[in-house]
């Protein structure tokens, strides 16, 4: 956060973080789990990770850092709908993404069936790739609905 507090005093727009996300997350079911995700419920042992994390961020770093944010901690500590704007979790990519890099295609381009990587063939299902493609448009969302300066 330093860095981008440094960035955020030297640079003319004024750099600020619209969002934290928790990445490479394993997924137990493709049903909302709110406010980490609209599309997925990630393993209780990754909720409370993303949960514990979550309350740091809220009542530790907005603290030092309230500037820095494109969504303004809230006044009366109620960080619910702050942590909701600010934070999201994203799936790992599994299979998925890993033959995305082998083919050097993302993911949300590919199609859904086998095809064939520099070492190694890849069944890639649909289903799969319709939950990946789900949950970047929930980022994508997120992105999209952030406050204008």
């Keep these: 956060?330093?860095?981008?507090?440094?960035?955020?005093?030297?640079?003319s727009q004024g750099a600020k973080l619209l969002a934290v996300l928790w990445n490479k997350v394993n997924v137990q079911k493709h049903v909302p789990c709110l406010p980490v995700s609209s599309t997925l419920t990630p393993t209780k042992a990754v909720?409370?990770?993303?949960?514990?994390?979550?309350?740091?961020?809220?009542?530790k770093v907005t603290l030092k850092y309230a500037?820095?944010?494109?969504?303004?901690?809230?006044?009366?500590?109620?960080f619910s709908k702050f942590i909701e704007a600010v934070t999201m979790v994203v799936q790992d990519f599994a299979l998925a993404g890993i033959a995305a890099q082998d083919l050097g295609t993302p993911f949300a381009t590919m199609q859904p069936g086998m095809l064939q990587g520099g070492q190694m063939?890849?069944?890639?299902?649909?289903d799969k790739?319709?939950?990946?493609?789900?949950?970047?448009?929930?980022?994508v969302h997120k992105i999209d609905?952030?406050?204008?300066a």
């Design 1 to 11: 956060m330093q860095e981008l507090k440094i960035l955020h005093i030297q640079s």
């Design 47 to 59: 909720q409370e990770l993303v949960g514990t994390l979550n309350q740091h961020l809220a009542q």
């Design 67 to 78: 500037d820095l944010f494109v969504h303004p901690p809230p006044e009366d500590r109620d």
């Design 121 to 126: 063939p890849y069944d890639i299902k649909a």
């Design 129 to 139: 790739l319709q939950r990946l493609q789900e949950n970047i448009l929930e980022l």
């Design 145 to 148: 609905a952030a406050p204008t």
